[in-house]
Nanobody
């Protein structure tokens, strides 16, 4: 079993930055592919960024490419999402998730993620 706890959300002005963290405990973090998802009110949950557990191969949604960076620290069992140049449309609840699938590729489909955190709210004001 893996437990995920997100932190780092908050209120920021457009153009600002935030860094989200996802602390994990339980089964070895280094054997899970990880992802960040977000869900805005009235919208479906969408993948923001994903990272594989071998070689840390990354994938980003087109809407965040060049602004967001996903990274992992296996020694600390922690996943990060650095968000720069934030926009009001980035406002959402952000969730981290863990998947045992596909060691060498980022996992893009939410159905392949077995473990989810409770989420942290990010609000970007214009």
């Amino acid at each position: 079993q893996v437990r995920l706890v997100e932190s780092g959300g908050g209120l920021v002005q457009a153009g600002g930055s935030l860094r989200l963290s996802c602390a994990t405990s339980g089964r070895s973090f280094s054997t899970y592919a990880m992802g960040w998802f977000r869900q805005a009110p009235g919208k479906e949950r969408m993948l923001v960024a994903a990272i594989s557990w071998v070689d840390s191969v990354t994938h980003y949604a087109d809407s965040v490419k060049g602004r967001f960076t996903i990274s992992r620290d296996d020694a600390k069992s922690t996943l990060y999402l650095l968000m720069n140049n934030l926009k009001p449309e980035d406002t959402a609840a952000y969730y981290c998730a863990a998947s045992p699938a596909s060691p060498r590729s980022p996992v893009l489909e939410p159905t392949y993620y077995d473990h989810w955190g409770q989420g942290t709210q990010v609000t970007v004001s214009s």
